[in-house]
């Protein structure tokens, strides 16, 4: 199984950006995904998730900012983050679970400058 992230980058506070996560290497249509962070010194932590429905999960920091969506068709997932924060800074980790087994991708970098 691959799961690759893309779309960080730089934005200023108050800015916007949105992540995409492609996965691939699996034939099931019942898996979850999610969008963990982790900021330099701190634990990674749980931002979004969506699951094998489309029930979702947001950290209580993102409620009313991020949104996630998934589509299981193609086997993607977008967190759409509005009215970023500097404290939102942090490596974005793209997970796939599929069955009882955990997909991690290699994350990206998202800057929010003050």
């Known amino acids: 199984v691959q799961v690759v992230e893309s779309g960080g980058g730089l934005v200023e506070a108050g800015g916007s950006l949105r992540l995409s996560c492609a996965a691939s290497?699996?034939?099931?249509?019942?898996?979850?995904m999610g969008w963990y962070r982790q900021a330099p010194g701190k634990q990674r932590e749980l931002v979004a998730s969506?699951?094998?429905?489309?029930?979702?999960t947001y950290a209580d920091s993102v409620k009313g900012r991020f949104t996630i969506s998934k589509d299981n068709a193609k086997k993607t997932m977008s967190l759409q983050m509005n009215s970023l924060k500097p404290e939102d800074t942090a490596v974005y980790y793209c997970r796939v679970v599929v069955g009882w087994e955990f997909y991690w991708g290699q994350g990206t970098q998202v800057t929010v400058s003050s």
């Open positions: 969506i699951s094998i429905g489309t029930a979702t």
């Open positions: 290497g699996f034939t099931s249509n019942y898996y979850a």
